[in-house]
């Protein structure tokens, strides 16, 4: 199949000959979730909800969408009716009737919380920040505080013949009509607030090998001491108290409890180690 170009209501316009009963057209415009700001985050979203509310119809499939750089309007089903539904949108992008529009927001709104950020949209935040890329990491917080100059504003400096492109599924059908106003391109205004560096120069992860073993508080030391010694002058008493019946050294009958305590606690203090060793961090 061959490309073919040309103009419709001066706004250029791409399609090749599917020789198909139906209609696929998509109308682009160049701006997207990075041109916004942050209190203006998510009124492209709005503005394209709004553009194609009640539009479709059950033989014509409409769908919008924005990405980084485009706002698009997809519409799918017989010729008559791409061309009244293309007809009507591009005529709302050039005077919006914002009836409902804060009913519609608070919608958006609530439809961005409960979808959330992606991986993606988190990597882009945290290269870009609050601007340009990033903004796709925020969950639209412009529609909190829109209103219908602004959106009016934003229609007039976007969605304009020179700031569009058609592209069709065949050759434009008779009597498709876009109203959009005349007006410029929109240069592309990515930002980027911090350098672009070298793949050496960026920090590496930090990693750590090795075993962490959980040490018991000085007070729980303590105690396990107080009981050892407790136990071994509990011991020593009786062992002293034999030796005088039978004529034994005292001394040295304690000296062998106190040893014997000893080398218990040691005991016990080696399998404490090996058990904290043992347990799962």
Same mark, same amino acid.
């Given at each position: 199949?061959?490309?073919?170009?040309?103009?419709?209501?001066?706004?250029?316009?791409?399609?090749?000959?599917?020789?198909?009963?139906?209609?696929?057209?998509?109308?682009?415009?160049?701006?997207?979730?990075?041109?916004?700001?942050?209190p203006t985050s998510g009124w492209?979203?709005?503005?394209?909800? $709004? #553009? &194609?509310?009640?539009?479709?119809? *059950?033989? !014509?499939?409409?769908?919008?969408? /924005? @990405?980084?750089?485009?706002?698009?309007?997809?519409?799918?089903?017989?010729?008559?009716?791409?061309?009244?539904?293309?007809?009507?949108?591009?005529?709302?992008?050039?005077?919006?009737?914002?009836?409902?529009?804060?009913?519609?927001?608070?919608?958006?709104?609530?439809?961005?919380?409960?979808?959330?950020?992606?991986?993606?949209?988190?990597?882009?935040?945290?290269?870009?920040?609050?601007?340009?890329?990033?903004?796709?990491?925020?969950?639209?917080?412009?529609?909190?505080?829109?209103?219908?100059?602004?959106?009016?504003?934003?229609?007039?400096?976007?969605?304009?013949?020179?700031?569009?492109? $058609? #592209? &069709?599924?065949?050759?434009?059908? *008779?009597? !498709?009509?876009?109203?959009?106003? /005349? @007006?410029?391109?929109?240069?592309?205004?990515?930002?980027?607030?911090?350098?672009?560096?070298?793949?050496?120069?960026?920090?590496?992860?930090?990693?750590?090998?090795?075993?962490?073993?959980?040490?018991?508080?000085?007070?729980?030391?303590?105690?396990?001491?107080?009981?050892?010694?407790?136990?071994?002058?509990?011991?020593?008493?009786?062992?002293?108290?034999?030796?005088?019946?039978?004529?034994?050294?005292?001394?040295?009958?304690?000296?062998?409890?106190?040893?014997?305590?000893?080398?218990?606690?040691?005991?016990?203090?080696?399998?404490?180690?090996?058990?904290?060793?043992?347990?799962?961090?």
């Open positions: 199949m061959e490309l073919s170009s040309g103009t419709v209501d001066g706004v250029q316009a791409f399609w090749v000959e599917a020789e198909r009963p139906t209609v696929d057209a998509s109308l682009v415009f160049r701006i997207g979730m990075a041109d916004e700001t942050l492209l979203h709005l503005v394209e909800h $709004l #553009a &194609l509310h009640g539009r479709e119809t *059950p033989t !014509l499939q409409v769908n919008g969408s /924005e @990405g980084l750089l485009e706002t698009r309007f997809d519409l799918s089903g017989p010729p008559d009716e791409v061309c009244r539904a293309f007809e009507a949108i591009t005529g709302w992008l050039a005077d919006p009737r914002v009836d409902g529009l804060a009913d519609e927001a608070r919608v958006l709104r609530a439809e961005s919380e409960w979808r959330g950020v992606g991986p993606v949209g988190r990597a882009l935040q945290e290269r870009y920040g609050t601007t340009g890329p990033g903004l796709v990491g925020y969950e639209e917080p412009g529609l909190t505080r829109v209103d219908e100059a602004a959106l009016r504003e934003l229609c007039a400096r976007a969605f304009t013949r020179g700031n569009a492109a $058609l #592209a &069709l599924s065949t050759a434009p059908p *008779p009597g !498709l009509r876009l109203l959009l106003p /005349e @007006g410029p391109k929109v240069p592309k205004g990515l930002v980027m607030p911090f350098p672009a560096r070298e793949a050496d120069d960026l920090p590496r992860p930090l990693g750590l090998v090795g075993q962490v073993r959980r040490h018991a508080p000085k007070l729980r030391r303590w105690a396990i001491w107080a009981a050892v010694f407790a136990l071994a002058v509990v011991v020593a008493i009786p062992v002293a108290s034999m030796a005088l019946e039978r004529d034994l050294p005292v001394a040295g009958s304690v000296a062998a409890a106190a040893a014997m305590m000893f080398f218990l606690g040691r005991l016990l203090r080696r399998r404490r180690r090996a058990a904290e060793e043992q347990a799962p961090e």
